[in-house]
């Protein structure tokens, strides 16, 4: 079956990058996203980036989709506090399948 | 701009005893899910539903679950006779068509305590 694994914790200095990476296994994915949930809160769409894609910039936000190794990143420039949460990768072809979360805590 | 709304946001429950999670899905859209976070672990899709039926539902999604559509606007999840292990956020999310993946829009989630 499908699978997207995501380390699950990642710290970062305020106003650096953060790099939170994410393999799967479904090469049938038509689409990937980044979700983004806050503490007691539902699940926000960051962005998502269609298979045919190698890279998505969004502000401060870029997707990069290595489909070959079946590797997606997402990369945060300027890092806030705000930007405190779990980032879960997913992959659908016809249901989203989710990683396990990435935990980013913001060091001051 | 337009959300899915989902009640309650917390339920204590003994076990055994029958929950139902309501959903307010987004007024145009056609598609409508479920999905379910066990505490630390993760996002489970649980079960779609589309034209009044469901269109696909996982091994989590047994007997002892349903959904329905009651009206032109609630999405309901019933938990019939609730167990420990179905502790968890429920959410409920809808899209306005299957093929447009990329637009599925979540609930805050319902937090379910089975005690």
């Known amino acids: 079956g499908e699978d997207v694994e995501q380390s699950l914790f990642l710290s970062v200095r305020e106003g650096d990058s953060s790099v939170i990476n994410c393999t799967y296994t479904?090469?049938?994915?038509?689409?990937l996203y980044w979700y983004k949930q806050e503490p007691g809160a539902g699940l926000q769409l960051l962005t998502y980036?269609?298979?045919?894609?190698d890279m998505k910039q969004d502000q401060r936000l870029t997707v990069l989709l290595n489909k070959k190794d079946k590797h997606l990143s997402l990369r945060i420039a300027d890092t806030q506090t705000g930007d405190s949460a779990i980032y879960f990768c997913?992959?659908?072809?016809?249901?989203?399948?989710f990683g396990t979360g990435t935990r980013l805590t913001i060091i001051p | 701009e337009p959300e899915v709304t989902q009640t309650p946001s917390h339920q204590v429950t003994q076990m055994g005893q029958e929950v139902i999670l309501r959903c307010v899905p987004i007024?145009?859209?056609?598609?409508f899910y479920w999905y379910r976070q066990i505490l630390g672990q993760k996002v489970e899709f649980l079960v779609s539903?589309?034209?009044?039926?469901?269109?696909?539902k996982s091994e989590i999604f047994d007997d002892q679950f349903s959904v329905e559509r009651p009206d032109g606007s609630n999405f309901t999840l019933k938990i019939r006779s609730t167990k420990l292990e179905d502790s968890a956020m429920y959410f409920c999310?809808?899209?306005?068509?299957?093929?447009?993946?990329?637009?599925?829009?979540f609930g805050e989630g319902s937090w379910l305590t089975v005690v």
């Open positions: 479904d090469s049938s994915s038509t689409y």
């Open positions: 007024s145009n859209h056609l598609y």
């Open positions: 999310a809808s899209s306005p068509d299957r093929s447009w993946q990329y637009t599925i829009y």
């Open positions: 997913a992959e659908s072809y016809e249901k989203l399948t």
């Open positions: 980036i269609f298979s045919n894609m």
């Open positions: 539903f589309y034209n009044n039926e469901i269109s696909e």
